[in-house]
């Protein structure tokens, strides 16, 4: 994996635009809010649509292989549920850490 870098964007990956992947999101969105990073924009976007030059990409996990050999030098968080990801907290807070 490599290592979180700065930025002021976030591709939040799904297949299909699914319910549940916007549903999270917004609770990535809520929890970059409470750790003070309000200038970072979530996009939501499909599989197919990621910019070879993203940076930092979330997903669900069955999507990890599929997107690192999309963009290989992106740094990808995966999560197991879209809708109780406790890697949400810990990104915002590692993004956080890298303005502070």
């Known amino acids: 994996m490599s290592e979180l870098p700065k930025t002021d964007s976030i591709f939040f990956v ?3 635009g699914m319910v549940t992947s916007v549903a999270g ?3 990535l969105k809520g929890q970059l809010v409470k750790n003070g990073l309000f ?3 979530i996009q939501h976007i499909q599989l197919e649509w990621i ?5 930092l990409v979330v997903c669900h996990e069955n999507l990890r292989d599929r997107i690192r050999a999309k963009v290989p030098h992106a740094h990808i968080v995966a999560v197991t549920d ?3 990801a406790p890697e949400y907290a810990a990104l915002s807070k590692g993004l956080a850490a890298l303005v502070a």
Do not use: G, M, Y
């Open 39 to 41: 200038d970072i924009k």
């Open 82 to 84: 879209f809708l109780h």
């Open 14 to 16: 799904c297949t299909e």
């Open 51 to 55: 910019p070879r030059d993203a940076k």
């Open 25 to 27: 999101a917004e609770a």
